[in-house]
């Protein structure tokens, strides 16, 4: 036969079932306790059941994952005087299930504000992003517009560069032209006076500064310097020639 103290706590079990469910009444809470209950045979793996324990932890028996609603009831009646606290009981349980779903809309509420302002910063986020890549367009356009006038500016240079050192070579060109001119010029008066010492001095000067102008033999100007050049030598030549046989004829 079942023992005694087992008979008295299933009895003591089954009436506090009993009286809870008359004491509850109509479900207006919205919460199924025994038949309607959606997550009735759901069990979850040790695995999901220790991370809700890390991220809610809880010593309430009611959060075990081995709770057994049986012993429970029996731990809490355990005698047929205990149910005599079965209303009260009920009582803080229908009290708890109100904080409960006023909790629950609550984070619904703020949930569907949080969500709203994630989206708005969301879109916020995004203008701020087109916002930046037209930034960073624009100062890529200028960058570019930047380098190409550094480039107009490097060839600007390069080109004043090149005139410079065409001047330099041009104005060089003229001050050998003009020495050159003068020399001539100093040269011509010498021959007729027959100072020879002078005039080899010079004439080696002329060679000297004639010699940068033999690319341009096809300029009139060189060419008729040239021209005299090669007459003062000659003329030169025969003068001294001269002087030398009538030295040697003793005229």
Do not use: W
């Amino acid at each position: 036969s079942e023992p005694a103290g087992c008979s008295m706590a299933s009895a003591s079990a089954d009436k506090a079932q009993a009286s809870a469910e008359d004491s509850l009444g109509p479900r207006s809470t919205g919460l199924d306790l025994l038949d309607d209950d959606p997550f009735e045979g759901v069990v979850f793996s040790h695995t999901l059941e220790s991370a809700i324990a890390d991220v809610i932890p809880s010593e309430d028996e009611l959060d075990r994952p081995d709770f057994n609603p049986t012993n429970y009831i029996n731990k809490l009646f355990p005698t047929e005087e205990s149910l005599l606290s079965v209303d009260p009981f009920m009582d803080d349980l229908r009290s708890q299930i109100r904080n409960l779903d006023a909790e629950l809309m609550q984070t619904v509420r703020l949930q569907t504000t949080g969500a709203s302002s994630a989206r708005a910063e969301l879109e916020g986020g995004k203008r701020s992003i087109q916002e930046l890549f037209l930034r960073v367009q624009q100062i890529k356009h200028k960058a570019e517009q930047s380098e190409e006038m550094v480039h107009e500016i490097c060839r600007d240079i390069k080109s004043l560069d090149y005139a410079k050192r065409n001047l330099t070579l041009t104005i060089t060109a003229l001050k050998r032209l003009q020495m050159l001119s003068s020399a001539v010029e100093q040269l011509r008066a010498m021959v007729p006076q027959r100072l020879y010492r002078e005039a080899a001095h010079l004439l080696l000067a002329v060679s000297q500064l004639s010699v940068h102008f033999e690319p341009f033999r096809g300029i009139p100007k060189v060419a008729a310097l040239h021209a005299e050049i090669a007459d003062l030598r000659q003329e030169l030549r025969r003068q001294i020639f001269a002087d030398v046989n009538r030295l040697g004829t003793g005229g």
